[in-house]
C-alpha cells in the first residue's frame, strides 16, 4: 500500500515547487485535503499522478484552464478529449506557419538591408516604422 504523502514529499517526488501544488489547488485541478486539527495535510499517492499528468499536458502546448476542462472530462469521454487534442494541433500548426511567415519577413529585411548602401536609411527600420513600401 502506498504511503500518504505531505506537501514537502508530493513536491520532491512529483519534482514540482510547494507553490506549484498550492496554485493548482486554487485552481481547483488539485484537491487540497482537509487539515487536520494538528500535523500536516495528506496527500494521496494518486496526487503525483495527477501532477505528471499535467506537467504532460502542459508539455503538449495545453493551457491550464483546457488541462481542467480535460481532467472534468475524464476516462469515459475518449471522443471529446481527441476533438480538444485536434483542435489543439490546429492551433499548434497555425503558430508554426505563423512563425514560418516571420521567419521569411526577417530573412527578406535581413537580405535587403546586407544589400542597401550603407549611407541609405536602414531598411528594417523603415519597415517596422511602416515607411517602406
Known sequence: MAKPLTIGQLARQANVN???IRYYQRLGII???RKPEQGYRIY???TINRIL???RAKQLGFSLKE???LLELGDGH???V???AEDKQNQISQQI???QNLQQTLDKLIKTCQQKDRSAHCPIVESLSGLST
Open 18 to 20: 510547494i507553490e506549484t
Open 31 to 33: 484537491n487540497e485535503p
Open 44 to 46: 494521496p499517492q494518486e
Open 53 to 55: 499528468f499535467i506537467r
Open 67 to 69: 488541462i481542467a476542462e
Open 78 to 80: 475518449c471522443d471529446d
Open 82 to 84: 481527441r476533438l480538444r
Open 97 to 99: 506557419q505563423d512563425l
